[in-house]
């Protein structure tokens, strides 16, 4: 099975930096997903890592280390509007030969003026 | 372009009542289509998924069934809803036939759903 560990809240300041850790637990990595939900909508999907490094996305960036099990999004410049949860969340190959995901349960950012 | 439909958007529910939330996918076939459950502050608990017309997996045993009858209809069902069914019920899809590259699941915008 899959498990995974993020903080469960973090509070930082408009125009900083924010670091959110996820690790994790899984048999048959394909790729760690992150995703941003506000409050009362959908998860919406931000980036993803099937290799170790930085993938950058604007003001986004998340990095993955399959050695530690272990990976991060990175939100820099931050705005009001980047309060909200993000969920990290591992791909599996499920026994029908679909990719299914598991998340996290997720990291409620608080962005403070 | 792809656009992924539920409805309703919110329900309550008494007790001992049945359920019957339906998702729809525009613009792909053969998508691999999800029903995740969130509860409050909680993360998504993955439900049933399905790979095909017909074709259901369960991840979790419960009294809540799902249906394909149709491509990109998926239908989440229960006879009989008991309080712990409240929360935020969620349709995803994925391309079918993808094996590499960034995997991203589309989200529809929920049901809100409370049980009294």
């Known amino acids: 099975g899959q498990s995974l560990e993020q903080p469960s809240e973090v509070t930082a300041v408009e125009g900083a930096i924010v670091q959110i850790n996820c690790t994790y637990q899984t048999s048959g990595f394909y790729g760690l997903s992150w995703y941003q939900q506000h409050d009362g909508g959908a998860p919406t999907f931000l980036s993803y890592?099937?290799?170790?490094g930085l993938e950058e996305t604007g003001r986004f960036s998340s990095f993955l280390s399959r050695s530690d099990s272990y990976g991060y999004l990175l939100l820099q410049e931050l705005q009001m509007k980047d309060s909200a949860s993000y969920f990290c969340a591992v791909r599996a190959v499920t026994g029908a030969g679909s990719y299914q995901l598991t998340f996290g349960k997720g990291t409620k950012l608080s962005v403070i003026p | 372009s792809q656009t992924i439909h539920q409805w309703p958007a919110t329900l309550v529910q008494p007790v001992g009542s049945p359920l019957s939330l339906e998702c729809t996918v525009e613009?792909?076939?053969?998508?691999?289509l999800y029903w995740y459950r969130q509860a409050a502050g909680r993360g998504l608990q993955l439900l049933f998924y399905s790979v095909g017309i017909g074709q259901i997996s369960s991840e979790v045993p419960q009294n809540l069934s799902a249906s394909r009858p149709q491509d990109r209809q998926f239908i989440l069902s229960s006879k009989k809803l008991l309080l712990s069914d409240s929360g935020f019920y969620l349709c995803?899809?994925?391309?079918?036939?993808?094996?590499?590259?960034?995997?991203?699941?589309?989200f529809g915008p929920g049901t809100r759903l409370t049980v009294t």
């Open positions: 613009g792909t076939s053969n998508p691999n």
């Open positions: 890592n099937a290799l170790d």
């Open positions: 995803a899809w994925t391309p079918g036939q993808r094996r590499v590259g960034p995997y991203e699941q589309y």
